[in-house]
T-cell receptor
């Protein structure tokens, strides 16, 4: 069974600084997708960034980028120029390419301080 | 982008009654939808896979007679919590997508059983 581990229950960062959230996963599959979702107090899941495992190049979306290390099964999220609106719970998720169901980590609560 | 809706957004019911939650894909057809449960400050746990025109697939430990799933059309899946008890109080989220890569989450339904 696939597992996703987020070892940082809580993190904080000063506004405008950079923060990295960690995620490791375990799978025996070779083709899969990895995601980072943001869940603000409204609890709506918002896709932040995604990575296909077959792609070696790390995904980037504006201030958000990932460090994908397939051999190490690591998928960290870097948020640059942190903004107050980035305050939320962040979930790392795994999805096998032949199934739409997702396995989530326990989440990291990020607080951006002014 | 694609939208998934849920109704109701929140519901309060008395212990012993049943409550139905709807999940709709608004601009695409989904042969498969997924139901998750989330307790406060915790991760999303997959409950079941809803399959259009056939029986749902339940995750280990989820009571299929308690959480009835019906996927009668390509745009609608329903989750019925039967004989609800206070321990069923939780946040229920569905996801659906045009394919396994593109999955969109509904806004969630907060169920409170009194």
């Amino acid at each position: 069974a696939q597992t996703v581990t987020q070892s940082q229950p809580e993190m904080s960062v000063q506004e405008a600084e950079t923060v990295t959230l960690s995620c490791t996963y375990d799978t025996s599959e070779n083709n899969y997708y990895l995601f980072w979702y943001k869940q603000p107090p409204s609890r709506q899941m918002i896709l932040v960034i995604r990575q296909e495992a077959y792609k070696q190049q790390n995904a980037t979306e504006n201030r958000f980028s990932v460090n994908f290390q397939k051999a190490a099964k690591s998928f960290s999220l870097k948020i640059s120029d942190s903004q107050l609106g980035d305050t939320a719970m962040y979930f790392c998720a795994y999805r096998y390419t032949n199934a739409g169901k997702s396995t989530f980590g326990d989440g990291t609560t990020l607080t951006v301080k002014p | 982008g694609a939208v998934v809706s849920q109704h109701p957004s929140r519901v309060i019911c008395k212990s012993g009654t049943s409550v139905k939650i709807e999940c709709r894909s608004l601009d695409f057809q989904a042969t498969t939808m997924f139901w998750y449960r989330q307790f406060p400050k915790q991760s999303l746990m997959l409950m079941a896979t809803s399959n259009e025109g056939s029986k749902a697939t339940y995750e280990q430990g989820v009571e299929k007679d308690k959480f009835l799933i019906n996927h009668a059309s390509l745009t609608l899946s329903t989750l019925t919590v039967t004989s609800a008890h206070p321990e069923d109080s939780s946040f229920y989220i569905c996801s659906a997508g045009p394919d396994y890569y593109e999955q969109y989450f509904g806004p969630g339904t907060r169920l409170t059983v009194t």
